[in-house]
């Protein structure tokens, strides 16, 4: 990871794993934030993968994120 890949766009935390990698070595990524669990493709542009261009409106804290709603089940299949 890039320097400005060791933060999460979403919610600037430090703590992020790599899910996958692309079949063709080098070229793409993609990162999980393991706090927000925002993830992204290396590949994709600035307003997705660097918190300077991400937009504001979307940013997470950390405070956010502990008071954040419990996370939607997803239903049983019918």
Known sequence: ?????????????????SVT???VPGVWEVLQCLPC???????EPDRRTRRDSYP?????TA?????????PAIPPLR
């Open 1 to 17: 990871m890039s320097a400005e890949e060791t933060v999460c766009p979403r919610c600037a935390a430090a703590e992020i794993r």
């Open 63 to 71: 405070e956010d994120i502990a008071n954040a709603t419990e996370v």
């Open 56 to 60: 504001d409106s979307f940013k997470l």
């Open 37 to 43: 669990l925002y993830m992204w493709r290396t590949s």
């Open 21 to 23: 990698t692309s079949p």
